[in-house]
């Protein structure tokens, strides 16, 4: 319990030194509402597993990540789908978000999922077995084409034969296709 609230607390002062600039530029903004954007992209980056299991073979483990994002209409809602994977095997996210503007050409949002693992047992940087996953992030436009994401996943129950949830830090750069 004690490792898990380290984590909680390391998710929110990175979450912190990541939107507070944005917020800090909002103000600067005119009276018209906020905008945030609406790409579409595919990313990659890297993505950090900052907890263990408690058994042998749930180390946390350093990995990358593939990370998409299909706008779904006018709603505020996008399709995502994620591939972390580290030294053994891989976890495929399917996910669903609600993504709010938070500043021009920025998003926050939330995400809910499932992760499929490739081969149960094996780390990767969400656990070593499937589970249900909820996540948050950023996401914002940084260049002509280009954006920038950052999200922290809770993997709930992902590891064999303990009930520890993981928790994975994911951050990259995207291409706009859309």
């Given at each position: 319990?004690k490792?898990?609230?380290?984590?909680?607390?390391?998710?929110?002062?990175?979450?912190?030194?990541v939107?507070?600039?944005?917020?800090?530029s909002?103000?600067?903004a005119?009276a018209q509402?906020?905008?945030?954007?609406d790409?579409s992209y595919?990313?990659?980056?890297?993505?950090?597993?900052?907890?263990?299991?408690?058994?042998?073979?749930?180390?946390a483990?350093?990995?990358?990540?593939?990370t998409?994002?299909?706008k779904l209409?006018?709603?505020?809602?996008?399709?995502?789908?994620?591939?972390?994977?580290?030294?053994?095997?891989?976890a495929?996210?399917p996910?669903?978000?609600?993504?709010?503007?938070i500043?021009?050409?920025?998003n926050?949002?939330?995400?809910?999922?499932?992760?499929?693992?490739?081969n149960?047992?094996?780390p990767?940087?969400?656990?070593?077995?499937?589970?249900?996953?909820v996540?948050?992030?950023?996401?914002s436009?940084?260049?002509?084409?280009?954006?920038?994401?950052?999200?922290?996943?809770?993997g709930?129950?992902?590891?064999?034969?303990?009930?520890?949830?993981?928790?994975?830090?994911n951050?990259?750069?995207?291409?706009?296709?859309?």
């Amino acid at each position: 319990m004690k490792n898990i609230l380290k984590s909680f607390m390391a998710i929110s002062a990175l979450s912190s030194l990541v939107v507070a600039p944005i917020l800090l530029s909002a103000g600067q903004a005119s009276a018209q509402p906020t905008r945030g954007t609406d790409a579409s992209y595919v990313g990659a980056g890297v993505a950090a597993g900052v907890t263990n299991g408690g058994q042998d073979g749930d180390a946390a483990t350093l990995g990358g990540n593939l990370t998409g994002r299909l706008k779904l209409g006018n709603t505020p809602f996008s399709a995502r789908g994620n591939v972390l994977w580290g030294n053994e095997t891989t976890a495929i996210i399917p996910e669903i978000s609600v993504d709010v503007p938070i500043a021009n050409r920025t998003n926050a949002y939330i995400t809910g999922g499932y992760s499929f693992v490739e081969n149960n047992g094996a780390p990767t940087p969400l656990g070593n077995r499937e589970s249900v996953v909820v996540g948050a992030g950023v996401e914002s436009e940084v260049a002509n084409n280009f954006l920038v994401y950052t999200n922290a996943k809770v993997g709930l129950r992902a590891y064999e034969n303990s009930p520890a949830s993981a928790i994975s830090i994911n951050g990259g750069l995207g291409y706009r296709f859309r």
